[in-house]
C-alpha cells in the first residue's frame, strides 16, 4: 500500500533564507513562510489566523533559495513533512517538524492588489466546506457533471493503487 506525504505552501517568507553547510559539505537552507486564512463565523464576523512553517531546502535548490528569496517574498513551496528529535542537555526530548523543499517558485503581488489574488485566480477559488467555529458542513454545493469521455479515461494513479 502506498501512503502519501505532500506539502504545498503559498506564503511570504518571515525572515531571510540563512544558508550553512554540514560537516561533510552539503549546503543546506532554511526560512520561513507564513500562510494566513480567513473565514467568517455564523455571525458574519470576518476571522484570520496565520500558521508558520519551517522550511528546509537542500544542496542546489539551498543555494537558489538563499540567492533568490528575501524576507516578504511571496512564494510557492512544495516538498514533504520531516520530523527530526533531539536531546537537550538537560537530557529534554524535542521534536521539531519541518518542510522539506523539493520545488519553489518565486511569486509576485499584482500591482495594487492583495497577495492572495496574485495566486488564486478568483473564478478558481473555492471555500472550505465546513464552518470553521463548528466543523459542520456547509450546505452541499451542485456537483458538475463529467462528459462522459473524462468518466471513462483511466486514472494512472487509480490502477496503481487498485481501485
Excluded at 23 to 50: C, H, I, L, Y
Excluded at 130 to 145: I, N
Aim: charged share 35%.
Amino acid at each position: 500500500m502506498r501512503s502519501v506525504n505532500k506539502v504545498i505552501l503559498v506564503g511570504n517568507l518571515t525572515r531571510d533564507p540563512e544558508m550553512r553547510q554540514t560537516p561533510n559539505g552539503q549546503n543546506v537552507t532554511t526560512f520561513g513562510v507564513a500562510t494566513n486564512r480567513e473565514w467568517t463565523t455564523k455571525e458574519s464576523e470576518k476571522k484570520t489566523s496565520a500558521e508558520f512553517h519551517e522550511c528546509v531546502a537542500w544542496a542546489k535548490l539551498a543555494e537558489i533559495c538563499d540567492q533568490y528569496l528575501t524576507k516578504g517574498q511571496l512564494v510557492y513551496v512544495e516538498g514533504y513533512l520531516k520530523t527530526r528529535s533531539w536531546d537537550t542537555p538537560e537530557g529534554v526530548k524535542k521534536f521539531k517538524t519541518e518542510i522539506v523543499v523539493k520545488d519553489m517558485i518565486r511569486l509576485e503581488k499584482r500591482p495594487g492588489g492583495e497577495q492572495e489574488d496574485a495566486y488564486v485566480p478568483e473564478d478558481e477559488y473555492v471555500e472550505d466546506n465546513y464552518d470553521s467555529e463548528s466543523s459542520t458542513p456547509k450546505e452541499e454545493q451542485p456537483k458538475e457533471e463529467k462528459p462522459e469521455e473524462e468518466d471513462k479515461k483511466e486514472n494512472p494513479i487509480d490502477r496503481d493503487l487498485g481501485l
